[in-house]
């Protein structure tokens, strides 16, 4: 997911949606600013574009970005609880390659 944006209303805050970037970890944790665009393509490897006024270079990048990508599988760890969080990061040994992912999954336990 991207979100592409022209140059933001007087008045708004831009960085707002970093304060609820962290994980939660249990639903006693979440608020209302977890469910909020920004942080959800945040947390899912997406890419906030702008602001700026020229939102067709920002949609060409994105489709460009798109066209890159490859899949990772694994098998999880045995949950020991119901909704246990594990943080996921992807790693490369390549100068100037950044990884989006997931941040992170829960797993429920085997019946």
């Not at 944006?5 to 639903?27: C, D, E, K, M, W």
């Not at 944790?29 to 909020?36: K, Q, T, V």
Request: with cysteine; glycine share 10%.
């Amino acid at each position: 997911m991207y979100s592409v944006s022209q140059i933001r209303a007087s008045g708004a805050n831009p960085i707002l949606y970093q304060h609820f970037l962290n994980p939660v970890i249990t639903y006693r944790d979440a608020e209302r600013g977890n469910l909020g665009l920004k942080v959800l393509l945040t947390q899912t490897g997406g890419k906030i574009m702008g602001p700026g006024n020229d939102l067709i270079s920002q949609m060409n990048w994105c489709v460009e970005d798109a066209s890159r990508f490859y899949h990772i599988s694994f098998d999880p760890p045995t949950a020991k609880h119901a909704d246990e969080f594990h943080e996921l990061k992807g790693v490369v040994d390549r100068p100037g390659v950044v990884v989006r992912t997931n941040m992170g999954y829960y797993n429920e336990p085997v019946n």
